[in-house]
């Protein structure tokens, strides 16, 4: 008899969707290794004061665990609009705000809404590769087109791309991951006025960026163009998993009526309003990683690494053989790093100054390996 139950049964063994077979989950490897720059998280923990802060707050609102969480996240989005205005300079609402658990989840619900069978998704790869598990999951076509050799969208090609798929959705992350370009709002606007679908932009990564946001456009076309974030990145709250959309208010009403009802519960509501409450003195660690993010990028070109032009809190670099044999030379050198399946490229995070010694000290070894 088998120790766990139902052991013998395998996934050929069940009546799985046929699209899903041979599919793997996403994830990155969680690896205990001495230095973790492979799933861009900010390196740096809250405050002691923000800690306190939750702490006090999870205490309260314990108290009222026996009734279900605000539905509708009202003080939330409010907080996020303010932020929201504050940070890109662009007056936005609490009917402009959606917020869900990350920005996957946010993503996932714009699926539901406006893909489905028989509608189809646009993305321009090496890009975000949940966008097709995404898609395959809402039973949404994706359809990719691949960037430039400079890991950039071709304005040309990707309207070209438009108008031969007339697609229902297009991505377009900017900041890109894995590769850290920002797409130009010139490009993003054309894009809004040719589909007859929406243009969702992922800007999880925008906060490390010196270019104006999408967020801007949202107003002259507020049913074509739809902005994602994320605080998980540089709110140093991957761990809380909140994540938010800046829409037309048609389209906060509409993700309501494809949403799980009570998706945010009262504790996760009650950390990210604190985190809101600290966000002076938690995204003082951007300028201290962008600034890492330069030292790093010159260091890996020092020693002869393609390091690609980078707005986010990573950097894609290369050209290597053989990936994944260099990926484990860094991991075995303590440095566990991303393989993103990008041939001859691999992303690394931005750590801390300690982190990123760490890394620039394996490339060497690396580098030195490679030219021998």
């Not at 995070?349 to 580098?367: F, M, Q, S, Y």
Request: proline residues 6%; aromatic residues 6%; glycine residues 8%.
């Amino acid at each position: 008899m088998s120790a766990i139950p139902g052991e013998a049964a395998s996934l050929a063994d069940l009546p799985l969707r046929e699209e899903l077979a041979g599919a793997s989950p996403y994830g990155a490897p969680q690896i205990d290794a001495p230095v973790r720059l492979n799933t861009n998280e900010n390196p740096y923990p809250p405050s002691e004061a923000l800690v306190e802060e939750l702490v006090a707050e999870v205490r309260a609102a314990a108290a009222g665990l026996n009734r279900y969480p605000d539905r509708g996240a009202v003080e939330l989005r409010e907080r996020l609009a303010a932020y929201v205005s504050g940070q890109v300079g662009v007056e936005v609402s609490t009917a402009n705000l959606w917020a869900a658990n990350g920005s996957n989840e946010v993503l996932h619900q714009l699926l539901q809404a406006f893909g489905g069978p028989g509608r189809t998704a646009l993305g321009f790869t090496p890009s975000y590769s949940m966008h097709p598990i995404l898609c395959q999951g809402t039973h949404t076509e994706f359809v990719s087109r691949e960037r430039g050799s400079d890991f950039r969208i071709d304005p040309a090609g990707a309207l070209a791309a438009v108008r031969e798929i007339d697609p229902d959705v297009v991505f377009v992350t900017s900041p890109n991951n894995p590769t850290g370009d920002v797409t130009p709002l010139e490009l993003i606007e054309e894009l809004a006025r040719q589909v007859k679908g929406l243009v969702v932009v992922d800007e999880a990564y925008m906060e490390f960026s010196d270019q104006p946001s999408a967020i801007g456009l949202v107003d002259r076309y507020p049913n074509r163009l739809v902005v994602s974030r994320t605080m998980s990145k540089a709110f140093d709250f991957a761990g809380g998993r909140l994540g938010y959309l800046v829409a037309a208010p048609a389209v906060v009403d509409a993700l309501q009526l494809v949403r799980l009802p009570y998706h945010l519960s009262t504790l996760g509501q009650a950390a990210a309003l604190v985190a809101l409450r600290h966000a002076d003195e938690t995204l003082a660690t951007v300028a201290t990683l962008k600034k890492e993010r330069a030292r790093v990028a010159d260091g890996l070109a020092g020693l002869g690494f393609e390091v690609a032009d980078s707005e986010a809190n990573f950097v894609f670099f290369g050209r290597f053989s053989d990936s994944h044999a260099a990926w484990q030379a860094f991991l075995d050198r303590g440095v566990l790093i991303r393989d993103v399946g990008q041939r001859g490229y691999l992303r690394a995070t931005i750590g801390t100054p300690e982190d990123n010694d760490a890394l620039l000290d394996a490339a060497r070894h690396v580098a030195a390996r490679r030219g021998a």
